[in-house]
Structure formats: C-alpha cells, structure tokens
C-alpha cells in the first residue's frame, strides 16, 4: 500500500524533472508527454484509492516514509496520512491538474509570442511550464497526503514557490515579476503566522504527527498561555489564531488577500490550477484537518467565520467593477473561498470542503473556458472588447454557462447544493458572529450572480465589440482546449448531487473532521434531509435563489437589455463605485505603509545606525580621536633640551608638593 | 575506531605545505600552478572525509593528538574532534575546493600566490577547529587572519586598504581581550587544554570578565550587531574566493567559539549575560533586516543577510538559559543548539553560493550594483535558475538547508520566550522580502541595457560549482538527520555542562539564575 501512495506523490515529480531538465532534449512533445504520463498515474490511482475508500472499506493508512530528523527524541518525520478527506482531496487535485496539463498544450503552443525575440528564458518556455505544473502537483499532493505539519509546512511553502515562479513566469513582464514577488511576501506574512502556529503545538505537544497531536487536544484544551506580562490566552485560540493567518495568506483572505487579483499575471492554465481550484484551497483543507484543535477553540472559530464572512461579501462587490475577464473571476474566488472559510468557522467543515470540490471544478471550468476567450481573442482580456461569442464559440459558451450556473447556486447544479449547505449551516449555528456572517453570506449570493452573469453578458451575448480583424478570425478552439471543458462540465453539474448525501449527511468524514456535539450544524441540518430533489424543491422556494435570479435579472437588464443605463448607473454611483475600483484602498495603503514604509525604515537604520553611529561615531571616531590624541603627544615631545629640563622640573615640585600636604 | 593516520594533521598540514608548494612554483606556467592548488585541495578534502568516515557517534574527542610543544608553558600541540568542529572542518575542506575551481580563468594577476593564500589559509582555519589547546588555537586564530589579510589587500577593490585595516583591527581588537582570559584560564588550570579549562572552577566576577572577553572576540568574528560593520566592507572589497571564505568559514569561528570556550567555560555569566546576546542577535535579525532590504549594492546586500542569518546562529545557542528558567527542563536546549550548528553549516553554502554567483556577474560586467542589471534571466538562464535556488534557501524555503536550521532555532525559542520566536520568525518575511527584491531587480524584467543583452551564460566550470552547492544545499534540507546525528551526542553534553554551575558543581535550579 506504501508503494502506491510513493507512486502517486512520485510520478508528477519524475514528470516535473525530466521535462524541467530534458526538455530541451525531449521536445515539446516529450515534455508533455512525460509530465502529463506522470499526472495521469497519480490521478487514476488517486481516484483507485478513492474508490477503495467507498466500496471496500480501506482502513486509514498512516505511515512514515523516512525521518527527517530526531532532535531530543522527537522524531520529524515525511509521511502519509490516507483517510477519506485525502483520498478526496487526491482525487480532485490529480483530476484538475489532468485536465489543465492537457489544455495547456493548446493554451501553451504558441509561447515564444509571450518572450522578446532574443530571450534565451524563453526558448523551452513551453517545457518548463509543463515542468513547474507538474512539480505543483507533486507538492500539492505532498501538502494534502501529510501526516504531520512539518511536512505540511514543506508542501505548503512548495506550492507558494510553485506559484511564484507561475505568476512570474512571462519574467520579462515588470506587471508579472512585481505580481509573484507581492504573492510570495504576502504569503509569507501568512506564514509566519503559520510557523509560529507550528512551533507552539511543538512545544505543548512534544510532536509533530497529527495523530499524536489530535489525541492529546481534548487534554490540553484548557491549558493557558502566557504571551506578553500576565496576560492568559488559551493556548487552542492561540494555536488556532496562529495556523489560520497561515491559512489567511495562503487561502486569500482579507486582509491578506491582496496578492489573488495580481496574481492572474499568470498564463490562465495555472490560475485555474493553482490560484482557483487547488492551492489557494489549502488553507480550507488545513483547517479542516486541523478540526479536532479548532473544535476546541470557539475564538478562533468565530474569528475563521468572521474573516470568512467578510471575504466572501466585500471581495465579491469588487468582482463587479473589474473589466479583465481572468480579474472577475479571480474575485469571485475570493468571495467564494470567503464561503468556504465561513462554513469552517461554523464548525461545518464537511460543507466547507464539499464546497472546495464542487468549487473545484467548476472554478477551473471558468478559468478555463475564459482562457479559451483569450485565445480566441489573440490575449485580449478586456471584456468591454468582447460579446456575443456564442455564435462562434459554442462549446465554451455552453460550458462556460454551465459554470456560472454552478457558481451561482442554480438549483440542481454542484454549486448550490455546497452553497446552500454553507448558508444554512451559519443561520443554524449559535457561534458568536454567526449573524453578521448569515446577512453577509445571504447578500452574496445576489452579488455572485450579478457579477457572474454581468460576465457572462458581456462575454457572450450582445454586441459585437471587438475589433473587425479580429471578429474574422473567431472560431471555437481546438479539442485540447474544449474537450478539458466538457470533461470539467460534467461534474461542475453533477457532483454536487452525487456527493451531497455521503459528504454532509453520511458518514464520510466520521472520524476524520472532528466536530463537538455542541457545534454539529451539519447534524442539525441532516435531521431534516430527505433526499436531493426534497432539496431542490426547498431551494427553490428559499432566500437565495431569489436572491440569484434578481442578480440574474439585474445584469440582464442592465448589460443586456439596457447597456445604457449601466453607464448611467455607474456615474449615479461614482463614490462607491471609486471605492471598489480602488479596492477599499488595500494595495494603495500597503504599497506606501509597508513597502514604502520598510524601505524607509531600512534607509533609516542603514544611514543613522550604521553609517553615522556606529562606523562614523565609533569605528572611525575613535580612530580620529586615536589620531588627534596622537598629534598631540607627537607635540609634546618637541625634542627641545629645555622643555623637557621645565617638565621634569615641573615634575618634581608637583612631587614634593604631594608629599609634603600628605 | 581510531584511524592509524594524523587524519587532524594531515588535514591542517597539507594544504600549508601545498600552498608552499604553489607558492614557490611561481606563475610558470600557471595552469600547472592551478591543477597543483586544486589537487592539494581535493586530497585535504579526501583526507577530511576520513573524518566523517571513521567519526563515532559519541560526545569524546576523536583523531586525539597529543604532543608537547612549548613545554616551559605547557602548552601542547593538541588536536582532537567532536561532533560540534567535525563538521565545520569538513565545510572547510569542502568550500576551499570550490574557491580554487571559482578562480580559474578569473583571477590573472599572481595567480600563485592567490591559491597559495587561500590553501595556507584553509590549513589555519581547520587547525582553529581542531586545537584543543588555547595557546594552539590563539595561534591559528591570528595566523588566519594574515592570508585573509593579504587577498582583501592585493586582490580586492578599489577602497581595499580602508576594508583591510578596518578589517584587521577589528578583529585584532577582539582576540586581544581574549589573550588576556587565556592567559588567565592558563594560570587557573594550570595547562593549556580547553577541556580542563572547562572543568576549572571560576568566581563569579571572573566568569563575568572571561565571558567578556571571549564576547569582545568571538562578536566581532561572527559578526554580532553592533560589531558587525567591518563585514560589509570587507566583503565589497574583497575578490569573489576572499568574500566565499570569510562568510563561509571565517564567520563561523566566531559561533565556534561561543560552543568551545564562551558557553562551557563560563556557564554562569553565559546564564547571567543570555540577555545581552539574545538582544543583539534579535536585533541582528530584525534590524540588519532591514538595512539589507535597502542595499544597492549585491555583495553589501547578501553581507548584511550573514549577519542576520548568523543572528540565529548566537539565537539558538543562548536560548539555553531561558528554556532552563523558564521550563526547569533542558527539552529544547539541544534543538536551539544544534539549530544554531546547522543553520552554521547552512549557511557556509548558501552564502558562498550567493557570492560565487555575484562573482560571476561580476566578472562579466564588474559592477555589483543591482542597477546595473535587469532581466539578466533572459541572457543567463542556467545561471538564473542556480540564483534563484540559492536566493529561495537564503529565505528559508522548506527542501532547502535554510529552512531547517531557522526552523529548529525558531521552535526551541518559543519554549524560552513566545516573543523571542516572534521576532526570529519575522526573517521568514525579511528575508524573503530582501533576497527576492535583489532577485527581481537583477534577473527579471526586461534586459535592462546593452550589456546585459551581450552576457553569456555561466560556462562549464562555473554551472559545476554551482551545481554542486545546490545539491549540498538541497540534500541538507531534504535529509538533515545524518548532520544532526553527528553532532548531536557532542551537543547534548555541551547541554548537560552548561547547567552545571561552576561554583556549586551542582545542577542549576531556577533561583540560582
């Protein structure tokens, strides 16, 4: 059994080598071959493992692969942790980076247009974007098959450096290089939460493996921490606090969120890979992991719901001002990982990871089918340039609704039956903030379907804007491209049915997430489940699908039916408008406190720490002070008979003088 | 097992006697000059590994040799290993390999007498590891600083003589106050070993005066803040090989140090004075920083995060203390100190690495300016990936030796002091914030300018050094388990006699601090 989780982690990292360091020797062909033979592998074995779980019962698997290192007798170790909630997230991960690995060979082929002519980086361009997907993959799947947080640390900063070096991958773009720097220091502002987190369930735990650690949390949860004086904090909200600003990096939340947006200087393939459908979810996988420390914690739980709350409303507000086709959809990840987030907070994990899967899918579906638009459109994302592409598109036109409708929670589709669970489970639950949230998560769903069918308007119907050459040239794009897109639309419309009743009703996750009696919304929610059409029925006639149809409605109105009134409707309302088109002012106010802010301060210390104070005043001052003392006493010895014949005469006297008085 | 041979010895005296050699070869013809200093430095490298080799896992002196010297002194020509110096001596012979092969077609002016510095300079610097003799050590300790002395000097920048000098008396300034407390300790144990210095009994106030003495010696070396100002200098000024050794190797004498005389010999100032030496290496950390972020200069840039970086290196060794106090348990003392150990050995390659890679933009374009450069990507591929993997350790990314000693040093800190950790873990965003800006600036965006557009790639020589870095880099991080092993018995009972109290002889309880 060992052998097969080794395979499955193993195989994307072989593709990832070679295509990294043979790809000049193997072609574009073997390149892609070989890393999408690896991903291939890790997928259908991951979805045998899955399949292993369902139908016959697999036990959990929890073993070491080697030791890292034993320090006092405490052993680090790199190892597998395989129960349902990874064998899920296995699946889904290797199902994903499949498809983006296939569609990246139409996204890619023409790569050396991205490079200025002489780049030498650009040369097998095309085989290290094959290479560095694959490595993410490797690392993804190390991240979520850990069986302890330091080597969940390892795939945590893997997929962060993976993700650099993607957003920044056209380097000769300034937008792109100044992108991933700001993804990887915002990341790390997370992570030094994160490793904080780390290093007190080490110090309390006397270990790193989740087992260990999960099994003396209930012992521990009344344990108190002094951090500064004499103030007490318990020690679970501390360690959960901490874990979760690791989580906030890495899952984009306010306020660390800032780096998601930016992030879309990355060729869409990996905006659909990493910065939708997988990495960016890691932080929801974390904490749900982490479920059995959360449980214990109802501070951080409520401070998980807030942020997550918080998130998914303000980020989906920005959603509806952006004109970059990928910048929308990037939005409204962040408005939807803000679900998920909330639904974590509310002690419904199973909701917030049902969420990440049907997310999963049809997220990459959007990004997809928009990086279809973008070839189609010669890497024009600017959707004021765009409509009426279901004439010439039709397979991403029809898959790319499907998505919209999955987002938007259309009834029947993978999207609602996660997001009504999410919204049910907050109205359901009695944890501080839980109001605020249920408002914030009940207005969101109007704003999805505003922002999303705004897109889809512009997009796909209405008038033709882009340019004549341009609109000769339209046609639906090759098979690589499209056929990703069926094969993602098919579980963007089903999976959600078809996983409902195990994942949040069932006993999927028994034993796995761990949720105190007294925090079981999901419970509370099962009691009165009796079937998916049961649900339908009862979302239709349900707050938020009215909520969506007005968004649907909205749009409709006013970018299909009276384009007009939406200019007009923008200038009513330029004040907030200016707010959102600025972002709430995050970047502007990072950009000067921090880095501005940092620069300064580095300038300061250099200049007046370093060079005034402690070379100039010390090092050199006392050198000069050497020097002058130096000049003096050369002075005194003038080698004049006379003046030394007064000094010792001088000397003398001052002798006597001192014996006689004592 | 204890090998037949004066591994220690022949470790310390091959590379003199060869640099003699390349010496008096003279510079006709100098590639037979070169492959002489090279094969000398690959047999003292082989010879060293016999160290590794035959190295027994436990906390005695190993490879002991035991002759009179100065008999009317009693000092002796005395060498031995334990797992805290073995490893820094094979860094030595490890990293000296690299500076001969890194000076290849670079350095034309007396190439002779350039290699012969630098292997006469690896035999003082392992002999500074291997002495068990403080009079011993005092003479390799200064003799070192002569080659280092000569190469700032001869090879070095334009403003060399002002880093030479400031260099020079810095460091002298430091060793003198610690002549004086090994003069002092000689007269108290009545012999020059270091290991019965550690078992003499010391008062209270002569603790205090030897601890800083040593202080005054040792942070000067390492560099510590506030005395850390002649590094950057000296590094600007000196060739690509000069700045290798000096932030490889050199630093790390100043941490070796604190583990061989500072801590065990006296305990308790060291527990009296934790204070000071944590204040200067958070601030190291914090502080320096910050000043790194704002360089324009690379080789000043990656100067500054030595220091910072070495900041951990002093962190992890003086959080012992506090865990004491704190906990009344020594869990966590051995993972500070053997965090303080790797992040030493860490940062010998990670370092080295990035000023071997400076070098070889340097002598392309000799400007070490950042603004020189730009999109350097584009021309320089291979090279630009190497510096981006040495960049990435030098943040401390998992996979990678510079995670793991930071990661070690920031977990037993938390169990001194929450905010001690706090403020180490800021570096997680310093750092990368520092090194990665270098690297944005340098190699991405578009070609910057005419000259960039005309660079060629790292040759042969130049990818196989680097290359070998980044494996050592890379399976250090992958697999520390073996460099902790070694050291790991050396460490632990360096833990156990530093609780003892010197006046009492008994266990440390929390009222004693």
Not at chain 1, 566 to 588: Q, S
Request: proline content about 4%; glycine content about 10%; some cysteine.
């Amino acid at each position: 059994m060992d052998t097969l989780y080794l395979i499955i982690v193993l195989a994307p990292l072989f593709g990832a080598l070679v295509a990294g360091f043979l790809g000049g020797k193997i072609g574009r062909s073997g390149a892609h071959g070989v890393s999408i033979f690896g991903v291939g592998i890790s997928c259908v074995l991951s979805l045998y493992v899955l399949k292993r779980f369902i139908f016959d019962g697999q036990a959990v698997f929890n073993g070491t692969v080697y030791t890292w290192m034993v320090v006092e007798g405490v052993r680090f170790e790199i190892g597998f942790l395989i129960d349902r909630l990874t064998a899920l997230m296995m699946s889904v991960v290797s199902f994903v980076s499949l498809m983006v690995h296939i569609y990246t060979i139409g996204y890619m082929a023409d790569d050396e247009h991205n490079w200025p002519k002489e780049s030498l980086a650009g040369r097998n361009s095309y085989q290290r974007f094959f290479a560095y997907i694959s490595l993410f993959t490797f690392s993804m799947l190390m991240l979520v098959m850990s069986n302890n947080f330091l080597q969940l640390f390892f795939g945590w900063e893997a997929v962060g450096l993976v993700s650099y070096l993607l957003i920044g991958f056209w380097a000769a773009r300034e937008s792109a290089v100044f992108a991933n720097l700001k993804a990887f220091l915002v990341n790390r502002v997370g992570d030094f939460g994160f490793i904080l987190g780390i290093a007190l369930v080490a110090m309390y735990f006397h270990s790193l493996d989740y087992q260990t650690v999960f099994a003396q949390a209930p012992a521990l949860a009344d344990v108190s921490v002094s951090i500064w004086g004499d103030q007490q904090w318990s020690l679970m909200t501390l360690i959960g606090v901490l874990l979760f600003v690791g989580a906030m990096g890495k899952s984009a939340q306010i306020p660390l969120h800032v780096w998601l947006p930016d992030s879309m200087e990355g060729p869409t393939p990996i905006s659909a890979l990493i910065h939708a459908a997988t990495m960016v979810t890691a932080g929801i996988f974390m904490v749900a992991r982490m479920s059995p420390l959360y449980e214990l914690s109802e501070t951080a739980l409520s401070l998980v719901l807030v942020v997550g709350a918080t998130t998914a409303f303000f980020m989906g507000l920005i959603g509806l001002v952006q004109n970059d086709i990928k910048r929308v959809i990037a939005y409204s990840t962040l408005s939807q990982l803000g679900y998920m987030v909330a639904a974590l907070g509310v002690s419904a994990y199973a909701a917030g990871i049902f969420h990440l899967m049907t997310h999963a899918f049809f997220k990459a579906l959007l990004f997809l089918a928009a990086g279809s638009v973008i070839i189609a459109l010669h890497h024009d994302q600017n959707i004021r340039n765009m409509g009426g592409l279901r004439k010439y598109m039709p397979i991403t036109w029809i898959t790319f609704l499907i998505g919209t409708l999955a987002l938007i929670g259309f009834p029947g589709f993978s999207g609602f039956f996660s997001k009504d669970a999410i919204i049910e489970a907050v109205q359901l639950s009695q944890i501080s903030g839980a109001g605020y949230a249920w408002a914030l998560l009940t207005a969101g769903v109007f704003i999805t379907s505003l922002y999303s069918f705004r897109l889809y308007f512009l997009v796909f119907h209405g008038k033709e804007r882009m340019d004549e050459s341009t609109r000769h040239h339209l046609h639906e794009t090759p098979p690589v491209v499209w056929v990703p897109l069926v094969l993602l639309a098919v579980p963007s419309v089903f999976i959600g049915w078809m996983s409902i009743e195990p994942l949040l009703f069932g006993d999927w996750f028994q034993k796995v997430i761990h949720v105190e009696p007294a925090h079981d919304v999901l419970g509370h929610l099962s009691e009165h489940y009796t079937g998916q059409l049961a649900l339908i029925g009862h979302g239709l006639m349900a707050w938020p699908f009215w909520l969506a149809l007005a968004g649907f409605g909205t749009a409709w109105w006013l970018y299909l039916r009276e384009p007009r009134l939406a200019e007009r409707v923008k200038e009513k309302l330029a004040w907030p408008v200016r707010i959102l088109e600025n972002k709430y002012g995050f970047d502007a106010f990072y950009q000067t406190v921090f880095a501005a802010g940092s620069r300064g301060i580095g300038q300061i210390l250099w200049v007046a720490g370093d060079r005034v104070l402690i070379d100039g005043l010390a090092v050199n001052g006392s050198a000069h002070t050497l020097g002058w003392f130096a000049r003096w006493m050369r002075g005194i010895q003038s080698g004049y008979l006379y003046h030394y014949a007064i000094a010792m005469i001088l000397g003398l006297v001052g002798l006597l003088a001192l014996f006689v008085t004592f | 097992m204890q090998s037949m041979l004066p591994v220690l010895s022949l470790t310390i005296w091959l590379p003199i006697l060869g640099g003699m050699a390349v010496l008096t070869s003279g510079d006709k013809p100098p590639s037979i000059t070169k492959w002489l200093a090279l094969i000398v430095s690959l047999l003292t490298f082989a010879v060293s590994l016999l160290l590794w080799t035959g190295f027994e896992p436990s906390a005695e002196m190993q490879f002991v040799e035991r002759l009179p010297w100065i008999p009317p002194l009693g000092a002796e020509y005395y060498l031995g290993v334990d797992g805290i110096s073995m490893p820094l001596i094979l860094l030595t012979t490890f990293v000296t390999v690299f500076v001969i092969i890194a000076a290849w077609e670079v350095i034309t002016y007396r190439p002779s007498y350039y290699l012969a510095a630098f292997l006469i300079m690896e035999g003082l610097m392992v002999g500074v590891f291997a002495a068990l003799d403080a009079l011993l050590f005092y003479v390799f300790w200064e003799a070192m600083l002569i080659p280092m002395f000569l190469i700032i000097g001869i090879w070095g920048g334009p403003n060399r003589v002002y880093a030479t000098i400031k260099f020079f008396l810095y460091t002298f300034f430091g060793s003198v106050f610690m002549l004086v407390a090994l003069i002092y300790l000689r007269l108290q144990a009545d012999s020059f070993s270091i290991l019965d210095f550690h078992n003499t009994f010391l008062g209270e106030q002569e603790q205090l005066l030897i601890f800083l003495a040593f202080l005054a010696a040792f942070a000067v070396k390492v560099p510590m803040w506030p005395v850390h100002t002649w590094l950057p200098d000296a590094h600007v000024e000196a060739p690509t090989g000069g700045s290798v050794i000096l932030a490889a190797i050199m630093l790390k004498i100043g941490g070796y140090g604190f583990l061989r005389f500072s801590l065990p010999i006296a305990p308790d100032a060291s527990a009296a004075l934790d204070w000071l030496i944590i204040l200067m290496s958070l601030v190291a950390v914090v502080y320096i920083g910050f000043v790194a972020l704002v360089q324009q200069d690379m080789k000043k840039l990656i100067a500054y995060s030595s220091i910072a970086h070495m900041g951990f290196v002093t962190l992890g060794f003086f959080i012992a203390f506090g865990i004491f106090r704190k906990t009344q348990i020594d869990e966590g003392v051995t993972l500070g100190l053997a965090g303080g150990m790797v992040q030493m050995i860490s940062h010998g390659f990670i370092s080295g690495a990035l000023f071997l890679c400076v070098g070889v933009l340097y002598d392309r374009l000799h400007s070490r300016e950042i603004a020189s450069y730009g999109g350097v990507i584009h021309t320089m591929p291979v090279f630009g990936g190497l510096l981006l993997f040495f960049a990435m350790a030098n943040a401390g990314l998992p996979g990678t030796s510079g995670f793991v000693g930071e990661f070690m040093v920031i977990l037993a800190s938390f169990r001194a002091e929450p905010w001690y950790a706090v403020l180490a873990a800021t570096t997680l965003i310093l750092g990368a914030a520092y090194t990665l800006w270098m690297v944005k600036r340098v190699l991405f965006g578009p070609v910057a300018n005419e000259a960039v557009a005309n660079l060629q790639d790292a040759n042969g020589r130049e990818r196989f050094v680097l290359i070998v870095l980044a494996l050592a880099v890379l399976v250090l991080g992958v697999w520390p388990d073996p460099l902790v092993t070694v050291m790991e018995p050396s460490i632990q009972d360096l833990a156990d006699h530093i609780r003892v109290s010197k006046f009492a002889a008994t266990p440390l309880t929390a009222a004693q601090f």
